[in-house]
């Protein structure tokens, strides 16, 4: 692991980063956070900085771990 990602995940995930590690969409995962995706199917947890959206890594392994119904697989 090199020091960039170490960095990243002390920080958080952004959502385009978030998606990606997901195997989602940009999309689907801005959507999901304010509950406008098909079926309103929840996203994984999230906390803002100012007006930025941070995902942690332990909240998306957890995400991938327990989707919900009809979510990420």
């Not at 692991?1 to 170490?6: D, G, I, P, V, W």
């Given at each position: 692991?090199?020091?960039?990602?170490?960095a990243t995940e002390r920080r958080g995930f952004k959502t385009k980063q978030a998606a990606q590690y997901l195997g989602l969409?940009?999309?689907?995962?801005?959507?999901?956070?304010?509950?406008?995706?098909?079926?309103?199917?929840?996203?994984?947890?999230?906390?803002?900085?100012?007006?930025?959206?941070?995902?942690?890594?332990?909240?998306?392994?957890?995400?991938?771990?327990?989707?919900?119904?009809?979510?990420?697989?």
């Open positions: 692991m090199t020091s960039s990602s170490t969409s940009y999309s689907w995962l801005t959507k999901a956070r304010i509950g406008a995706n098909k079926n309103n199917i929840p996203g994984p947890e999230y906390v803002t900085v100012g007006r930025r959206c941070i995902y942690r890594r332990e909240d998306l392994d957890r995400y991938l771990d327990n989707p919900p119904p009809g979510g990420a697989s």
